[in-house]
């Protein structure tokens, strides 16, 4: 991947255009509605963990996740 989301919009002095962001943000929904279909939740959904490549986006870093049914407490 290219860069984080953080990097992407980090110093712009333009706005993005409002069809990539609706994009991007689609394709964000889709990853977390993957994600709950099977039963994982994320935890640790920010700017630093969604990875682009041109208009692809990845959510990363998985080391927080948890499953849906897990024990609680949650967090440590």
Known sequence: MECNLYEFI???KKYLDP???KYCLWQLL?????MHRNGIFHRDI???NILLRGET???ADFGS???IYSE???TE
Not at 30 to 34: R, T
Request: net charge positive; glycine share 8%; charged share 35%.
């Open 19 to 21: 069809q990539l962001i």
């Open 72 to 74: 609680i407490p949650y």
């Open 65 to 67: 996740c948890k499953g």
């Open 30 to 34: 889709k990853s977390v509605d993957h």
């Open 46 to 48: 920010k700017p630093e």
């Open 57 to 59: 986006l990845k959510l």
């Open 10 to 12: 980090k110093g712009r």
